[in-house]
C-alpha cells in the first residue's frame, strides 16, 4: 500500500508520529513500570519470587516483559490505574529532557498546517493521553496499546507494534497516509506504507537496513 495513491481527496494529509523515540528520548511506560516498582517493596518481592518462573522466559523478552508490567498492575483497577497515571505524567512532564523538543515542534507544524496528525505507538494509550493533555495536545488522534481488566488487575489487551499499528489504523478508520516519523524497525510497517516515511535519529546502519527493506530512500532528521 503507498499512501499517496489511497488518500481520499479533498481529505487533510494524515500525518504519524511514533511516541516512544520520536516524541520521547526514553521507553515512557517502562519508565512508569519503574516507578511502581521503585515504590512498592511488595511488589519487587513478588518480583523476586516470580524469578526462575521468569528466568524460564528469559531469551522471549517480549513475554518477559509483559509478565513484569502485569506484577506492576497487580490489584489496579481503571479508575486507580487512571489516578496512578495521571499522577506519573505529572511527574514526567516536568522531567528535563524526556520530551524530544524538535519532535514536539514538528507535530505542532503539521497541527498548523491543517494536517490530519496521529500518534500511533506502542505505549499504552492513558499514559500517552494523559502526557499529550499535558503538553497542550488534547487534539492530537491517538491509536495506542491497550489495557483490559484481569481477575488480579489490569493486563495488556493489545499491544500495538509493527504489523498490529496498521491493523489497528483501519480500526480507526485510517487506511492510508502521506507520512509517517519512526525510529526503529518496529515501525517499518507504517513507513512502508506511507508516501513520505521519516526515520528519526536513526543510526547509519539501521537507515541501511530501513532503505533495503523499503527499497528506496528515507527522509532522515536528527530531533533533540
Known sequence: MDGQDTLDAGAPPVVLFDFDGVLTHADTYELFVRERYARSPGRKLLALLALPWLLLMWPLTRRLRRALVHIALLGLDESGYRAAVEAFAAQLVRRPGHFCRDGVRALRRHQAAGERVIVVTGCEHTLVESLLAQLGLREVELVASRLKPGPLGLRLAHHNIGAGKLKALAAHGVPAWRRAYGDSLHDLPMLEAAAEPVLVNGT??????????????????AWY
Open 204 to 221: 547509519p546502519k539501521l537507515c541501511k537496513r530501513i532503505e533495503q527493506a523499503l527499497g528506496r530512500p528515507v527522509e532522515r532528521v
